[in-house]
């Protein structure tokens, strides 16, 4: 399964996905077992990411968030996100407030 998430709002993401198969080709059992067993699965991710939004939407500023070991990799990622946002927001703000000669 091919697997592509693209933020396009604050609050939306594009969710898109594809099956790739070399076997039974010409079966159209299989191709509706796949579409149908995939499309669960990704509907299953949907109603989670759901629910996650509504919890994060809910937590306060500089919420600690209980992690595992797994999670350092995100974790991470997410420490560096944060700083570059912050960067551009001072940035901008830097840019408001120059006025011309």
């Known amino acids: 399964m091919t697997y592509g998430i693209t933020p396009s709002t604050e609050h939306e993401t594009l969710d898109s996905w594809m099956v790739s198969r ?35 939407a809910g937590e306060k500023e500089n919420y600690q968030e209980l992690s595992i070991n797994i999670d350092s990799g995100a974790l991470a990622a997410r420490r560096i996100l944060t700083k570059m946002v912050a960067q551009g927001e001072e940035r901008t703000a830097a840019a408001k407030t120059v006025t011309a000669p």
């Open 22 to 56: 070399d076997f039974a080709l010409g079966d159209e059992k299989v191709t509706e077992f796949l579409a149908t067993n995939n499309h669960a699965v990704v509907m299953q991710d949907v109603v989670a990411l759901d629910l996650l939004e509504e919890v994060v």
